[in-house]
């Protein structure tokens, strides 16, 4: 273990390795001791974990397994492993005009690696067309994987209107308000699915990154009125205030 090299480094420099960074490598190889398996694929930043299962499964005489591991991909920050806790995903059960979005916003020196790995696309033809067209090419084929080719062609069409076009689109879902009964900004969209966390909505408002009726919204004392919500670049929601 201790010939790892992070940890073999962090020992000569004094710093400190937590046990369970020792543990954690053991548990996981066993795994497949336990299960006598004979392929693990994993992301190639477990490669330490996976090679410790053919370690232990030579100590347990079986025999050692096969390892496949797969390159991380980065999320759409395009700088940190894709991850939800990093709000940069793309989740695979998300409608296909959110998963259209979401790629058309990658930078385009990401673009290549999304083929690369999400796509059998043929790479040549891909490196001489304009990064715009690659890039909706792109996001129609991940649409199409996912769900299927006319939807990923509707997806397009909204993205295209709400983004090319200045329109809103066609499935905005709606939020009905007493107004015997006011609610917070912050609810509504946690309520709605459209922010995660009350957190969020708050670096929304700082980033000026929710509009209604076209007009910024600065804090969370805004009175909510019937009209459209923009939240963010993608999401929209319709509020309907009855009295």
């Known amino acids: 273990m201790l010939a790892r090299a992070d940890f073999k480094k962090r020992l000569e420099e004094g710093r400190e390795i937590s046990i369970l960074e020792f ?93 690369q790995i999400l796509t059998d696309a043929d790479l040549t033809q891909v490196k001489v067309m304009h990064p715009k067209d690659a890039k909706v090419l792109l996001a129609e084929t991940i649409v199409a994987q996912l769900y299927d080719k006319a939807r990923a062609a509707e997806a397009r069409k909204e993205f295209e209107a709400v983004f090319s076009e200045g329109r809103i689109p066609n499935d905005v879902p709606e939020y009905r308000i007493n107004s015997a009964e006011p609610q917070r900004l912050s609810d509504i969209l946690v309520n709605m699915g459209l922010a995660e966390s009350r957190r969020e909505v708050r670096r929304l408002l700082d980033q000026g990154g929710i509009v209604f009726e076209g007009q910024k919204i600065s804090g969370e004392d805004w009175i909510p009125s019937t009209g459209i919500l923009k939240i963010g670049k993608r999401r929209f929601l319709k509020l309907i205030v009855k009295p």
Not at 34 to 59: C, I, P, T, W, Y
Not at 61 to 88: A, H, I, R, Y
């Open 23 to 115: 543990i954690y490598p053991l548990l996981q190889g066993y795994d497949s001791c336990h299960l006598k398996a004979d392929v693990e694929v994993g992301g190639s930043d477990q490669k330490f974990n996976l090679l410790m299962g053919r370690q232990l499964q030579e100590v347990f005489k079986q025999e050692p397994q096969v390892v496949l591991m797969t390159p991380l991909l980065e999320g759409t920050d395009g700088v940190q492993k894709m991850s939800k806790s990093l709000n940069n995903t793309i989740g695979i059960h998300e409608p296909p005009a959110e998963i259209f979005g979401k790629v058309m916003s990658i930078n385009d020196n990401l673009m290549m690696r999304y083929y």
